[in-house]
C-alpha cells in the first residue's frame, strides 16, 4: 500500500546549524509529495512539494527534492533558525478522485539559540 | 490566501454526550473537505472525506455512526462525535480542498476534544 516513513524526533539543533530530515515513501504510480509543518498551537501549513520526479520543492530557505530512484523526499535547510522549531509532516497525495494525502508521523525540530 | 477555520479550538466533554466540530472554509468554497484524527506524537489518519450535498466517504475502520458528518453548503462541514467516550479523546483536523491550489489544500487549526 502507500505509506510514508520519516525519521523519529525529536530533532534538536542549534541556531545555523544544518537541518536534515528524512522522509521516503511507497506508493504505486507516480504520487505528488509534500512537506507540512504544524508550529504550536497552530494549524498544518504546506511548506514546499514536488509534483515529479527530479522536481526541487522549496521555500523559506527549506528544500527538498523529489528522488524516484531512492524514493525519497528528504528535507534540507542550511541555516535553521529558532523560529524554524515546528513539527514536520511528509505527506503524498496518490491522486484518484479524491485526491487523498497520506502523512508521515511527524518530526519535532527544536532550535536552541 | 485560503484560510480554514475550526470551531471550537477545544472541548472538554462527559462521556455518553455529543459534539459537534465546525470546519469552514473563509474566503473560498470547498466542494471537498476532509477529517483528520491525529494521536499525540502520530500521525494524521484519514477519517472521512465529505462531499457537499452527498453522503461522506468513510475510510475502513472509522465508524460512520459514530463519526457523522454533514456537508450542507460549499463552506461548511460539520463532524459530530456522537456518544463520545475517552478513547475518543483526540486532535481534530480538518481541510478544505480549494481548487485553485491544487492538492496543497488548506488545513484549519484542530479542535482538542477531551472525553472525562
Known amino acids: 500500500g502507500n505509506s510514508v516513513t520519516q525519521m523519529e524526533g525529536p530533532v534538536t539543533l542549534s541556531e545555523e546549524a544544518f537541518l536534515t530530515i528524512n522522509c521516503t515513501y511507497t506508493?504505486?504510480?507516480?504520487?505528488?509529495l509534500f512537506w507540512y509543518v504544524q508550529y504550536p498551537g497552530e494549524g498544518l501549513q504546506l511548506l514546499l512539494k514536488?509534483?515529479?520526479?527530479?522536481d526541487k520543492g522549496s521555500n523559506k530557505g527549506f528544500e527538498a527534492t523529489y528522488r524516484k530512484e531512492t524514493t525519497s523526499f528528504h528535507l534540507e535547510k542550511g541555516s535553521v533558525q529558532v523560529s524554524d522549531s515546528a513539527v514536520y509532516f511528509c505527506?503524498?497525495?496518490?491522486?484518484?478522485?479524491?485526491?487523498?494525502?497520506?502523512f508521515g508521523t511527524g518530526t519535532l525540530l527544536a532550535v536552541q539559540p | 490566501g485560503a484560510v480554514v477555520s475550526q470551531h471550537p479550538s477545544r472541548v472538554i466533554c462527559k462521556s455518553g454526550t455529543s459534539v459537534k466540530i465546525e470546519c469552514r472554509s473563509l474566503?473560498?468554497?470547498?466542494?471537498?473537505m476532509f477529517w483528520y484524527r491525529q494521536f499525540p506524537k502520530q500521525s494524521l489518519m484519514l477519517m472521512a472525506t465529505?462531499?457537499?450535498?452527498?453522503?461522506?466517504?468513510?475510510e475502513q475502520g472509522v465508524e460512520k455512526d459514530k463519526f457523522l458528518i454533514n456537508h450542507a453548503s460549499l463552506t461548511l462541514s460539520t463532524l459530530t462525535v456522537t456518544s463520545a467516550h475517552p478513547e475518543d479523546s483526540s486532535f481534530y483536523i480538518c481541510?478544505?480542498?480549494?481548487?485553485?491550489?491544487?492538492?496543497?489544500?488548506?488545513f484549519g487549526p484542530g479542535t482538542r476534544l477531551l472525553v472525562l
Open positions: 474566503d473560498f468554497q470547498a466542494t471537498t
Open positions: 481541510s478544505a480542498r480549494d481548487d485553485s491550489v491544487g492538492a496543497g489544500r488548506p
Open positions: 465529505s462531499n457537499e450535498g452527498s453522503k461522506a466517504t468513510y
Open positions: 514536488a509534483t515529479k520526479a527530479d
Open positions: 505527506a503524498l497525495n496518490y491522486g484518484g478522485a479524491t485526491n487523498k494525502l497520506i
Open positions: 506508493a504505486t504510480g507516480y504520487p505528488s
